[in-house]
């Protein structure tokens, strides 16, 4: 790896687009671009020379110039140190290199083949016993699987792994099923639910669950200042009660109808009542589940998962599951939109067989649809409607005339703020291109996902661009998103919005929920607050060989079925 690097130095300094080309240089100066002594200098050329990457015609005398000329350009050696450092389990450093030496865009490109050759299925024994390994390529940093702190799609894919639920949603109907809990009631209020554990069910440390676990993750979640998804919902607990070790009492303040559905999400999975004795953070890299796998490591550049075989539905039939952090598609253009970070595990490939069929594309019955909200705050550009109503006809396309047509002079142009998070920074630079085009004057602000749950980002700008994931659980997404955004509509709009709300969360009916959450839709596209970029739907690209594919209620390949048949 170091002589790797070493090269990349020399050819930043003395090489070209061109190979074979021929340059002049003193040892003495090669030392100094290396920073090492001259004897060191000539132990590396040497050893280049050996490699076949470089050719070194020494002359000797005081000044004397010797020739060098570089065999191989940079990027293989790039993507060779990538290789070894995946192998290493150490990307970041390589992708540095990449990016400080590499000097070419194509390099992604030149490391595609390879990579998914790396990816996928690969099996081997260890004493006497097969081992199946699918590796996964990931485009967002991991940084925890704590239910209460997760920010990230792939963070909560993980989590969906590691741990397990009171109840889950069924992946093909997405109907309610029992989880850990298997049986629950409730009285004729609909604020006390009475839960029933099962039986024999293990932490991944090998402790037993028990009715004071969940107690620990309800309270935990209840009493948190930490904002996260469906927290108003968790927020309703009023108390928690073990009435025996496999029995479980939860009281609400007020009835809500999203309350059940809510534990079946990522964000209320079961955590050990005594995991705060190692710390949160150490937590959120070593987590302790009941779920089909078991973090066996984590760091920014890779989690590993491996099968916790006495998972109380049965063991995987993977052994490991490797998640690496590569920070750009390779998908080839099987898998989703390269731009957009949604589906960073969708690409399910077995290398043995690459060759020997086509893709496959399924569908599951997942959406993503990326909008732009209106801040109408009173001392902002858009508390006035018509100015609205002219920003998002821009954003349609549509011409109203230029401002300050006729006699009276054009006004200075509008500045708009324009704020999201990272990952969907290029939908609001494209937002902000369609603006400026039409005269505005548009800045985007993007922000970490934890940095913009406060509100004073959101709230400071003029235009915010984010996404909402049509999946079965999107009745409580919408509830949740709808909660933040009255928080900067125009007041009439905000006292309209929390009524309906309200409404949906005393509605024991579906459908009748879904036509309340439409009538906030139409109200927000109707006040000019809301304007709709795009919608598309997530599929996964796999080989035909690939079984047991299927979808959980986020959308998500649920890594416990698949299973690569063996080649006879």
Not at 64 to 79: G, H, M, N, T, Y
Not at 81 to 93: E, F, N
Not at 418 to 446: H, K
Request: with cysteine; glycine share 6%.
């Amino acid at each position: 790896m170091k002589l790797r690097r070493q090269f990349l130095q020399l050819h930043s300094r003395y090489g070209t687009s061109k190979t074979e080309t021929t340059i002049e240089a003193t040892l003495g100066e090669i030392a100094a671009v290396l920073g090492c002594t001259h004897r060191s200098a000539l132990t590396i050329i040497h050893k280049m020379e050996a490699c076949g990457w470089i050719a070194w015609t020494s002359h000797r005398g005081r000044g004397a110039r010797s020739s060098l000329r570089f065999l191989v350009q940079p990027e293989e050696i790039a993507a060779e140190s990538v290789m070894q450092a995946i192998h290493r389990k150490d990307v970041r450093q390589a992708i540095e290199d990449i990016r400080k030496h590499g000097g070419s865009s194509s390099l992604p490109d030149r490391l595609q083949g390879w990579l998914l050759t790396y990816f996928g299925h690969h099996t081997e024994v260890r004493r006497n016993r097969q081992i199946d390994t699918l590796r996964l390529p990931v485009r967002e940093q991991i940084h925890t699987a704590d239910p209460l702190h997760m920010n990230l799609l792939a963070e909560t894919f993980i989590a969906g792994h590691v741990f397990d639920g009171l109840t889950r949603r069924a992946n093909q109907s997405g109907e309610i099923m029992p989880g850990i809990a298997h049986a629950w009631e409730t009285d004729e209020t609909r604020k006390v639910w009475t839960f029933f554990l099962r039986k024999g069910v293990l932490f991944h440390n090998g402790n037993l669950l028990t009715a004071e676990d969940v107690v620990f993750t309800f309270d935990r979640l209840a009493r948190s200042t930490h904002r996260t998804l469906y927290s108003s919902i968790f927020k309703r607990i009023d108390r928690v009660e073990a009435l025996n070790p496999t029995t479980v009492r939860m009281v609400l303040t007020e009835p809500c109808e999203l309350f059940l559905a809510s534990l079946s999400t990522t964000r209320a999975s079961i955590l050990p009542r005594n995991f705060d004795s190692r710390g949160e953070k150490l937590f959120g890299t070593r987590p302790v589940g009941t779920g089909p796998f078991r973090v066996a490591e984590m760091s920014d550049n890779m989690c590993v998962l491996e099968a916790f075989p006495h998972y109380y539905q049965g063991q995987a039939h993977l052994d490991r599951v490797e998640i690496v952090h590569v920070p750009w598609d390779i998908s080839g253009g099987q898998g989703n939109d390269g731009d957009d970070p949604w589906s960073p595990f969708h690409l399910i490939h077995n290398p043995s067989d690459a060759r020997e069929g086509a893709w496959t594309q399924m569908h599951s019955q997942v959406f993503v649809r990326k909008f732009v909200t209106c801040n109408a705050r009173p001392d902002g550009p858009l508390s006035d409607p018509s100015a609205r109503a002219g920003v998002l006809a821009a954003l349609r396309g549509e011409d109203l005339g230029k401002p300050g047509d006729g006699e009276s002079p054009p006004p200075a142009p509008m500045r708009l703020r324009i704020a999201t998070i990272a990952p969907y920074r290029r939908d609001a630079e494209r937002v902000a291109e369609q603006l400026n085009a039409a005269g505005y004057v548009c800045e985007v602000l993007s922000a970490s996902a934890e940095a913009f749950k406060a509100d004073d980002i959101r709230l400071e700008s003029d235009l915010i661009v984010f996404s909402l994931v049509r999946d079965r659980d999107e009745q409580l997404r919408l509830f949740d998103l709808y909660q933040t955004i009255s928080k900067h509509v125009e007041p009439h709009t905000r006292t309209d919005m929390e009524r309906l709300l309200r409404g949906i969360a005393r509605e024991p009916d579906p459908a009748a929920r879904d036509g309340l959450f439409a009538d906030i839709e139409s109200m927000l596209i109707r006040e000019h607050e809301l304007h709709i970029l795009y919608e598309k739907p997530v599929q996964t690209a796999v080989l035909p060989t690939v079984r047991g594919v299927t979808f959980n209620s986020q959308g998500w390949v649920d890594l416990r079925n698949i299973w690569f048949p063996p080649k006879l």
